[in-house]
């Protein structure tokens, strides 16, 4: 298996594999509303991404046109902004599960930060539809993005393994996420080879994912 054929690959399996965990999240909707949040949590990331990954892998399948470069780049900016709105929805599961009073600073940076980034990608100046993009922007729109990150970071990591559940692996698999994410947002332009962070970044999201499946055997 070529290079392109194991990219189209990967990114169908991930796709599959968020679709399959959203269903079963669902199925189990009637334990807890945990598990409806985080179907919708699943539907959000695998949603968004797809806007992008699907254009991936045909170009990986079947070569580059205009149409895909400009379909690269509408997926690049609606994942961007549905990835901003999953971690506000993994706080209110976070605060769901765990029940804890935080002061209202999180909620607020979390929120702010939120609507900040989404905002930036709205902006033209991004130049989402040609391939060079805009390197500056990437890091303007990135910034606030590193605060909502660290934000939930700090959460997961505060609540550890608080009732047996081990989400404290949740500030790991977070972290693993921005270590992989923001160099490619600064030098995959570049160094392409640097892109390829980006799958132990998809990885991470796996992790968070199957976080929440290992809860269904501990909620009732």
Known sequence: MNKNKFEAFFDGAYLLFDLVAAIIFFMHGHQSIIFTMYGCLALLLGGGDAFHLIPRMKRALSGEDEKTEHALGLGLQVSSMTMTLFYVLLYYIWKQLFGISV?????????????????LCLMPQNNWYHYEGNPRWGIYRNIPFIFTGITMYILFLFSGNAYGYHMQFMSIAIA????????????????????????????????????????ITKIH
Not at 103 to 119: C, E, G, K, M, S
């Open 176 to 215: 693993i996420s921005f270590i992989c994410y923001l160099p490619v947002v600064l030098y995959a332009k570049k160094h392409p080879a640097v892109g390829m962070l980006m799958m132990p970044k998809t990885l991470a999201y796996v992790a968070m994912l199957s976080l929440g499946l290992s809860l």
């Open 103 to 119: 002061p209202f600073i999180y909620p607020f940076i979390i929120w702010l930060t939120a609507i900040i980034r989404i905002v």
